[in-house]
């Protein structure tokens, strides 16, 4: 019986050094290099989501990527939703700081997007909430990069940066 319970105390003991070292690198992990993240609505067709409501792509995010703020046009970003800080948006980036973009919708035909901004959009347009309706976004709001659909399987795929041609810049920053 004694022998049995020694086995139990050094079971339970091992357990325990795994798990605070174990949860920390998690959560770590999750918090500064990737996360995973099912994404919602229609706002991203066909490049996110293409069955619609019936189905939700996984989609693989990592955060390293934008660590230093370095986005491209045509990324996929997650980002803070700028009306509502409590939820997460997924967008393209469709322009840069100093960019100047035709928008759709905006109050103003043209935008120059400022500095330490980006300008999202929506792959579908018109069923998108995104910078023209809030404007150009601040890259502090940035959550991280999409790149690959995890889920479901007959979509796994590496999500390309492509930017639509009739979404390039009116003029592009020199960068």
């Not at 918090?31 to 996984?58: I, K, T, Y």
Request: net charge positive; glycine share 8%; with cysteine.
């Amino acid at each position: 019986m004694a022998q049995s319970q020694g086995w139990v105390k050094r079971y339970i003991k091992a357990f325990c050094k795994g798990f605070f070292v174990a949860v920390p690198v998690a959560v770590t992990f999750l918090d500064r290099v990737a996360c995973v993240a099912r994404v919602e609505g229609a706002s991203m067709q066909p490049s996110l989501n293409p069955g619609g409501s019936q189905s939700s792509d996984v989609v693989l995010l990592n955060h390293w990527k934008v660590r230093n703020f370095e986005v491209h046009r045509g990324d996929i970003v997650s980002l803070v939703s700028p009306k509502n800080p409590e939820q997460k948006i997924i967008k393209r980036v469709i322009a840069l700081e100093g960019d100047i973009v035709r928008t759709i919708g905006h109050k103003n035909r043209y935008v120059k997007v400022p500095r330490g901004h980006i300008w999202v959009e929506g792959d579908h347009h018109g069923h998108s909430f995104d910078s023209n309706s809030f404007g150009p976004v601040s890259l502090g709001l940035l959550h991280a990069h999409a790149t690959h659909i995890l889920w479901p399987p007959g979509r796994w795929q590496k999500l390309e940066s492509v930017l639509p041609p009739e979404r390039l810049p009116v003029q592009r920053e020199e960068e």
